[in-house]
């Protein structure tokens, strides 16, 4: 989900940058939060746990 917010920053500040347009946040700021964006989610941040997705049919008894 991080990963769509970053790319949705990134094509706001692109965007910006090829329309020469200012909305008073600089294209800067948008490319660093964007790449923080990117970064929690590389830490893993805001996915699931680790056994959450395997479902009901995942676990087994024993």
Do not use: E, P
Not at 4 to 17: N, Y
Not at 29 to 58: D, E, F, P
């Amino acid at each position: 989900m991080l990963a769509i917010a970053a790319a949705v920053v990134f094509g706001i500040a692109f965007l910006l940058d090829l329309l020469n347009a200012s909305i008073g946040i600089g294209i800067t700021a948008l490319v660093a939060l964007g790449l923080c964006l990117l970064a929690l989610h590389q830490a893993g941040v805001g996915t699931a746990g680790m056994n959450s997705w395997r479902g009901y049919r995942g676990r087994t008894r024993r």
